[in-house]
T-cell receptor, first 111, second 115 residues
Framework: GNSVTQMEGPVTLSEEAFLTINCTYT??????LFWYVQYPGEGLQLLLK?????DKGSNKGFEATYRKETTSFHLEKGSVQVSDSAVYFC??????????FGKGTKLTVNP | GAGVSQTPSNKVTEKGKYVELRCDPI?????LYWYRQSLGQGPEFLIY????????DSGLPNDRFFAVRPEGSVSTLKIQRTERGDSAVYLC?????????????FGPGTRLTVL
């Protein structure tokens, strides 16, 4: 069945550092891929998505590229801010409407 | 506009009791989803409605769990004979029409604690 494996946290960075959170997936066919973010005390929000191979999703300075050859969708940001502190979830949707999530990666950014 | 809302935000119950969790989707969204998020885990799919009907209930863990959406808008997740292992955050999401490119918008969740 479909599954998502993402980098385990927690991840702690200083402000303005470069961020990468790895995500790989297993799926039949061509799933859509997502990054969701959960800020402290808030609900899950869609951060970015890509629906086909080589697509790049981007939002709020974050980027992720759908790599079919490596079945990956790594999240990157060039310069993180304290306000980026949150839990990040990689997810896929393929063959049905349900989302399949990874376990989440907690990011803490220190001033 | 209003997002997905869920009530109650917190529910504490005793083992063996019955609970109902409510979800109000975004107005006009025909698709509605329930997920369950245990501590330290990602959300896990429970059930998906398209309109009034359950299009996919493959994620419901057993027959103690049941969900309805009688008028194609508000949905209620019902859990009978609750067990301590049911403790989790129950998330509801809605999307415009369903389909694998539709964005799902999540509510804040209901934290269920079974003592």
């Amino acid at each position: 069945g479909n599954s998502v494996t993402q980098m385990e946290g927690p991840v702690t960075l200083s402000e303005e550092a470069f961020l990468t959170i790895n995500c790989t997936y297993t799926a039949t066919g061509y799933p859509s891929l997502f990054w969701y973010v959960q800020y402290p005390g808030e609900g899950l929000q869609l951060l970015l998505k890509a629906t086909k191979a080589d697509d790049k999703g981007s939002n709020k300075g974050f980027e992720a590229t759908y790599r079919k050859e490596t079945t990956s969708f790594h999240l990157e940001k060039g310069s993180v801010q304290v306000s980026d502190s949150a839990v990040y979830f990689c997810a896929l949707q393929g063959g049905s409407e349900k989302l399949v999530f990874g376990k989440g990666t907690k990011l803490t950014v220190n001033p | 506009g209003a997002g997905v809302s869920q009530t109650p935000s917190n529910k504490v119950t005793e083992k063996g009791k019955y609970v109902e969790l409510r979800c109000d989707p975004i107005s006009g969204h025909t698709a509605l989803y329930w997920y369950r998020q245990s501590l330290g885990q990602g959300p896990e799919f429970l059930i998906y409605f398209q309109g009034t009907g359950a299009a996919d209930d493959s994620g419901l863990p057993n027959d103690r769990f049941f969900a309805v959406r009688p008028e194609g808008s508000v949905s209620t997740l019902k859990i009978q004979r609750t067990e301590r292992g049911d403790s989790a955050v129950y998330l509801c999401a809605s999307s415009l029409g369903g389909g694998d490119t539709d964005t799902q918008y999540f509510g804040p969740g209901t934290r269920l604690t079974v003592l």
